[in-house]
């Protein structure tokens, strides 16, 4: 065989293989087209409603050849979806048939993967536990930035609580500089020694029942006085949400405790009276509650109120006489400069007391709840307020003395646009006896 007739077979054998195989690929590829449009031109039939989309289009004529009317359209879409399964079944056979053509290497990939498996086997095995090590490295690499941020933050917060002054706390809450000024010299003289260091006081909280002057919406007490005892709440210019005080004992209830000296009330919720150089304010409360409590005696007077419910109270002698009035319904909003809330459930206090000290500047609180006060030594005054509601509900009053001496006592000055007066009761009743705190 010479080298021209080699040459000649060569590519024969050439044209053929490439023909050969062009024609498969072909045929793979318009068979796949073809079985991918009818499958999903069934699933169209059972997703969509062609009926609607191509009725704009029928009856269809292409050049006198090919019609198609909307009523055998419509038939034809109907026998359809009557063998839904048929329908849905003959569409993931031509969709997978399609697909199998046209991803000619679909076959192949799984073919090595198989291959691999069987010759890796560790490998494969072991590739979830090196996964997963990858995995922990990149979380406590996060976890080490977050714990790194948070130490920081706690000290800076340290650093600001100790560079904070009352003076500066004072001045925020927006009383003047000689105001300000007055509040700490009468705070470092009274009972001759008062604890200001601020690492001390930023150990105290509200939230946590511990006593001290608090000016909201700082959580901390502005100062504290060695040996006194008082819970006491300082309102200027800043409207406070909500102050909530629950489960507390007061005043002589427990051993070891006593009245601060020249002081009769266990619990003072007031404004202040006028006085040389000083205009008088009261306490503005959107709605008060004062319930499940026990005082010796409760006094109301000198309050403004549109509906007053007085329900369910014990007393060894009452005396309830309000006025009509004409006070309006208020609510109390400061918008974003507003103390958010004040809020402490249980602890043990010589004293309660919520007043407004600065002059011409009424304290304001949006709900005021005062609930299980548990007292004794001295009495519960309510006075100076206007309140859109107060109510007063099943407390106990009484020194156990008859009910000649009135012991539950809602004055004249007390006036109300609408009042509520009901299963209040005289018994006997006494006070508590002191107890021993745990």
Request: aromatic share 8%; net charge positive; glycine share 8%.
């Amino acid at each position: 065989m010479d080298s021209e007739e080699r040459k000649e077979r060569f590519f024969h054998r050439f044209l053929k293989r490439i023909f050969s195989r062009s024609l498969v690929t072909f045929a793979k590829r318009v068979g796949g087209t073809a079985a991918l449009v009818a499958g999903l031109g069934a699933l169209s039939v059972i997703t969509l409603e062609p009926v609607k989309l191509l009725s704009p289009l029928l009856p269809l004529q292409v050049n006198n050849i090919v019609f198609v009317e909307q009523t055998a359209f419509t038939n034809f879409i109907t026998l359809l979806n009557a063998n839904f399964t048929f329908l849905i079944s003959a569409a993931t056979i031509l969709l997978g048939f399609g697909l199998g053509l046209l991803r000619t290497e679909l076959f192949s990939g799984v073919k090595a993967f198989w291959r691999g498996l069987k010759a890796s086997p560790r490998a494969t095995l072991n590739s979830p536990v090196r996964a997963y090590k990858r995995v922990i490295i990149w979380r406590n690499w996060l976890l080490q930035k977050i714990d790194f941020l948070q130490s920081e933050s706690a000290k800076w917060k340290t650093i600001f609580n100790i560079a904070k002054s009352p003076y500066s706390l004072l001045r925020a809450m927006g009383l003047s500089p000689q105001m300000a000024a007055s509040f700490i010299i009468a705070g470092t003289t009274v009972g001759g020694g008062v604890v200001v260091n601020e690492t001390i006081l930023a150990e105290r909280s509200f939230s946590n029942g511990d006593s001290g002057v608090y000016l909201a919406p700082v959580d901390t007490p502005v100062t504290y006085t060695e040996g006194d005892n008082t819970l006491r709440i300082d309102l200027s210019s800043v409207p406070v949400r909500e102050i909530s005080i629950k489960n507390i004992s007061i005043g002589t209830v427990f051993t070891g405790s006593s009245l601060p000296s020249g002081q009769t009330n266990v619990v003072q919720i007031s404004g202040n009276p006028t006085a040389e150089g000083f205009t008088a304010t009261r306490l503005e409360v959107g709605t008060l509650i004062f319930e499940n409590s026990r005082c010796r005696k409760l006094t109301l007077s000198d309050m403004n109120i549109h509906t007053l419910k007085i329900i369910g109270n014990a007393s060894d002698g009452q005396s309830l006489s309000p006025s009509p009035g004409a006070a309006r319904m208020r609510s109390i909003g400061g918008g974003h400069h507003q103390a958010e809330a004040l809020i402490t459930s249980g602890g043990t206090y010589d004293r309660l007391w919520i007043q407004a000290p600065v002059s011409a500047q009424n304290g304001k609180i949006g709900k005021l709840t005062l609930s299980n006060l548990y007292t004794k030594g001295g009495d519960c005054v309510l006075s100076s307020i206007d309140a859109s509601e107060v109510l007063i509900l099943t407390n106990e009053f009484g020194l156990g003395n008859g009910f000649a001496t009135k012991e539950f006592v809602v004055e004249t000055s007390v006036k109300a646009a609408n009042m509520i007066i009901t299963d209040n009761v005289e018994v006997a009743i006494a006070e508590p006896v002191t107890s021993t705190p745990e």
